[in-house]
């Protein structure tokens, strides 16, 4: 079955309205859909101001089915919270039928258009026409995003009522398909918070405290101006995305919703949010109800103006209560967790530290042997409580690990690589938050991922990886504990995966522990050279594009792209530290110097030295 190109003539007016303050504007300058000519894709509706909300144009009486097609994909940019106005470009039939929050894909550009001519009968009230375009990403049913590739095709057709004689859309694909630059307009990111189900809770040796649950962020996808916050309140409470699920819990009993009477949430004047849920919320006590309020607020203050506060009701009373301050009492996040010291190696290979987000340039020795100079090494890792360090000797054979107090010694290595070149031994060394320590050993006759237990002195754990296809570069752990972030060689391509962590506890035994669903945060990029954790689901990135010169930029855990200032640029970076809390500089090593980047400033020398690290 042959398709004929659609269109070469110009486009008129797209039918776009938009509501501010003065009222609906008519918006022009976007694309309607030609009737002849060659393949061209619908131009994307030009960015507008936030508190600008735009709402498309219904059909007309008259409209060619060309038109009613270019109509409904131009309502599907729009800001119309339901769809109302893209669904009367449908049947009765179809417009029941039709699933808009299935899935979002985007394309590149805006869905291009070619007309099925054998299909196509006008006068036998019959037409066809084909969406197509280059796929750069689908939302799924629960807001996750992912990264796609590959040719975007679906079918359109349409049908005239032989009385009316009104052309409308009878069968079309589900959910909504749009241009990248819409998809940027209409939807933003947003992190859902849940807790670590498989974390220890240890109680503290000085305090006998109990350690809090780890808040681990889930991001999601939501429309920008379609009262966001109710949309967050709502997702959260359906639960965590399937890539986390079987890792993280959520304190809200199973069924809870929002009250049947919510239309929409909105902040009093003071930033307190009270959120009104069904009965089944009643089952919770008083300690997950302040786990419940700790999960929203977390997740509100991703959103402007922050929630600082959160009332949670049931049945007409009140449940609980909780500030942003004590919510840091309830849960520890990563964010929420600053550093006291930067750490890097000095001219001598012995490990120094300043003040974390000081503008100081002297550094001093850490306490204990890594500073003292006993063993020489060329990468450490701090752990996250920082009592304790782990270096790899210069040559990347081995792997030590000392306490940062004085007077201790470093003893033997805990492991060894039989790699032959540098290259193919250890790599830097990354803690987690159960005091643990995780390497990879490049070893071509034996690649592993390794954990080792008991603050880095127990015996080396081989982390399964089912699914990996390459090997691993670099190992980052995630401050929640839950995600691992792997640099991954194949074919002389480095990519960025980030992958799922599972333990099955075994009594008297190691745990087994597995990677599972790893996934690329930079699609994009022919070569990763450097990572770090920058955010709770953000990552710092040094890579570059085929054929294109090294560049620094973040990357979100799904794959997406966040919407921050992306670094100033800097040459040769072969090292980069940041911290999950994102008040804190960048740090690189490049053209060996130790620099650091303040908010808005440019790159500014520290001093000379190598290997800089935050904690973790």
Partial sequence: MGADREGSGRRGPARVMAYTACGFVLLAGCASMPDSGDLRGVESTPRQDPQVRVFAMPPQEDDPPADIVQGFLEALTSDDPHYETARKYLTGDAAKNWRPDRSTTVLADGPGTVSDHSGNREEANDYSVNLTGTKVATVDGQQSYSPAEGRYRESVHLTRNPKTKQWRIDVLPQGVVMGKSDFQRNYMSVNRYYFASNAVTRADADTGAVREPAAVADPVYVRRRVDPLTQVVRSLLSGPT???????????????????????????????????????????????????????????????????????????????????????????????????????????????????????????????????????????????????????????????????VSGGSLGDAVLT????????????????????????????????????????????????????????????????????????????????????????????????????????????????????????????????????????????????????????????????????????????YSEDLIVRLPSGLQWQKVTEGAAPVYPG
């Fill in 242 to 404: 399937r890539l986390l699920d079987p890792v993280v819990r959520s304190s809200f009993p199973t069924g809870t919703a929002l009250a049947d009477d919510v239309v929409s949430l909105t902040p009093d004047d003071r930033n307190k949010l009270t959120v009104p849920l069904n009965d089944k919320a009643a089952a919770a006590g008083d300690d997950e109800c302040d786990e419940m309020a700790a999960q929203l607020l977390f997740t509100l203050q991703n959103l402007t103006p922050a929630v600082e506060e959160v009332e949670l009701r049931s049945g007409g009373e009140q449940m609980c209560s909780l500030s942003e301050d004590r919510a840091e009492t309830v849960a520890t996040r990563g964010s929420a967790q600053r550093p006291d010291y930067l750490y890097f190696l000095d001219d001598q290979d012995r490990l120094v530290r300043i003040a974390a987000g000081s503008n100081g340039t002297r550094a001093e020795p850490v306490p204990g042997p890594l500073g003292e100079g006993q063993r020489a090494m060329r990468s450490v890792a701090v752990s996250r409580d920082e009592h304790s360090a782990a270096g790899i000797g210069l040559d990347s054979k081995s792997l030590y690990v000392g306490s940062l």
């Fill in 417 to 588: 690589s039989g790699g032959k070149a540098e290259t193919d031994r250890l790599t830097p060394p990354s803690w987690d938050t159960r005091g643990d320590l995780w390497i990879a050993d490049r070893d071509p006759a034996d690649p592993r991922l390794l954990l080792l237990l008991k603050k880095g002195a127990g015996d080396p754990v081989e982390v399964r990886t089912p699914g990996l296809d390459g090997r691993v570069q670099a190992v980052r752990v995630a401050a929640d504990g839950v995600r691992i972030a792997l640099v991954v060689e194949k074919d002389g391509r480095r990519s960025l995966l980030i992958g799922r962590i599972e333990r099955e506890e075994r009594a008297g035994e190691p745990p087994a522990v597995t990677v599972l669903e790893l996934r690329s945060a930079t699609p994009e990029l022919e070569e990763v050279t450097a990572m770090s954790w920058a955010g709770d689901a953000r990552l710092v990135v040094v890579g570059r594009e085929r054929g294109g010169v090294q560049q620094i930029g973040y990357v979100q855990v799904d794959g997406s792209t966040p919407e921050v200032t992306v670094p100033a640029a800097l040459t040769g970076v072969k090292e980069i530290a940041a911290t999950e809390d994102e008040r804190l500089p960048l740090v690189a």
